[in-house]
């Protein structure tokens, strides 16, 4: 079965750092783009950061020359440094990929695969 299992999450001053991970594990066969998603209650879930398998960054306007996402593609990880904390970057971030894998016998392919989610607190 695969897993997308994020970590790093916490509470910070607003200024402040924090760095936030996200392994793949499982039976994968490729990931292509991985990307970072946050939502807030009451509001939609919408995109931060998403690379390519090949390095290729984009950011939200919000978060551009504050947040930095790389990956590691022989972890299967994937990363989002977040520097210059803002008290609206409070929210749940979610991992998400698109990844082609063996379950059930059969090969599947997925465009969004998501984690659990990572609470970042950030207080002014």
């Known amino acids: 079965q695969v897993q997308l299992v994020e970590s790093g999450g916490g509470s910070v001053q607003a200024g402040g750092s924090l760095r936030i991970s996200c392994a793949a594990s499982?039976?994968?066969?490729?990931?292509?783009?991985m990307g970072w998603y946050r939502q807030v209650p009451g509001k939609q879930r919408e995109l931060v950061a998403l690379?390519?398998?090949?390095?290729?960054?984009e950011y939200a306007d919000a978060v551009k020359g504050r947040f930095t996402i790389s990956r590691d593609n022989a972890k299967n990880t994937v990363y989002l440094q977040m520097n210059g904390l803002k008290p609206e970057d409070t929210a749940v971030y979610y991992c998400?990929?698109?990844?082609?894998?063996?379950?059930?016998?059969?090969?599947?392919?997925?465009?969004?695969?998501w984690g659990q989610g990572t609470q970042v607190i950030v207080s002014s």
């Open positions: 499982g039976s994968i066969f490729i990931i292509n783009d």
């Open positions: 998400n990929a698109d990844l082609t894998y063996l379950a059930d016998g059969r090969v599947r392919h997925e465009y969004d695969y």
């Open positions: 690379i390519s398998s090949g390095g290729k960054a």
